[in-house]
């Protein structure tokens, strides 16, 4: 069972940044954020696959946030630019235990799951 384990999450003003990580304990392939607001469903935020040669973004967040990997350190990021108040969510990230071909803004795709991480932007 692989441990995902998210960080740098915080409280930003908004039009600030933060990038989160997303360590794993052993390989992942493609690899989702998710994020989910007080009293709000989870929603889909972006994903990447395994060669970082796919990326998708949610329409809410294109142009603003940026997915990037290392797999030598098994460790996905998520740069967040331009943060608006309505950004304030806890983020998880999700990765599938297979090499599958192509990404997905489906939740039950991921198989591993990490704790989450809240991230707050102020106005």
């Known amino acids: 069972q692989v441990q995902l384990v998210e960080s740098g999450g915080g409280l930003v003003q908004a039009g600030g940044s933060l990038r989160l990580s997303c360590a794993a304990s052993?390989?992942?392939?493609?690899t989702g954020w998710f994020r989910q607001a007080p009293g709000k469903e989870r929603e889909f935020v972006g994903a990447i696959n395994w060669s970082s040669s796919r990326l998708y973004y949610a329409d809410s967040v294109e142009g603003r946030f940026t997915i990037s990997r290392d797999n030598a350190k098994n460790t996905v990021y998520l740069q967040m630019n331009s943060l608006k108040p309505e950004d304030t969510a806890v983020y998880y990230c999700?990765?599938?235990?297979?090499?599958?071909?192509?990404?997905?803004?489906?939740?039950?795709?991921?198989?591993?799951w990490g704790q989450g991480t809240q991230v707050t932007v102020s106005s």
């Open positions: 052993g390989r992942t392939f493609r």
């Open positions: 999700a990765a599938d235990s297979r090499l599958r071909v192509g990404i997905t803004a489906s939740a039950s795709a991921y198989d591993y």
